[in-house]
Nanobody, 125 residues
Framework: VQLQASGGGLVQAGGSLRLSCAAS????????MGWFRQAPGKEREFVAA????????YVAASVKGRFTISRDNAENTVYLQMNSLKPEDTAVYYC???????????????????WGQGTLVTVSS
């Protein structure tokens, strides 16, 4: 499967952005999808994931209440709606996918087999 992330940019603190991750390839609409981010000098961090099991979603505590993950199955696209952005949200955001039915840990980046190229989000104070 191929993943194409888009939607990053520069925004002021308190603003919003919506990231998109378009998946292409055979059976890509049955994949687990996730978002991770990595700030300079820091480790890759889990942000959110969408599960194949009833469309259940998982969101990191650091962004809960501000970020929402959703999926449009018809377009094979996963979205990350980011509201009330903070300077500490600045990072390169990556979408990821895996064709497993379930993952033992949706927040473990090593569980995902496919990755997009990343899109930069910069939040100014």
């Amino acid at each position: 499967v191929q993943l194409q992330a888009s939607g990053g940019g520069l925004v002021q603190a308190g603003g919003s952005l919506r990231l998109s991750c378009a998946a292409s390839g055979r059976t890509s609409n049955r994949y687990v999808m996730g978002w991770f981010r990595q700030a300079p000098g820091k480790e890759r961090e889990f942000v959110a994931a969408w599960s194949r099991m009833g469309g259940r979603t998982y969101v990191a505590a650091s962004v809960k209440g501000r970020f929402t993950i959703s999926r449009d199955n018809a377009e094979n696209t996963v979205y990350l709606q980011m509201n009330s952005l903070k300077p500490e949200d600045t990072a390169v955001y990556y979408c990821a996918a895996d064709n497993s039915l379930i993952l033992s840990s949706y927040s473990d980046y090593k569980q995902y087999d496919y990755w997009g190229q990343g899109t930069l989000v910069t939040v100014s104070s």
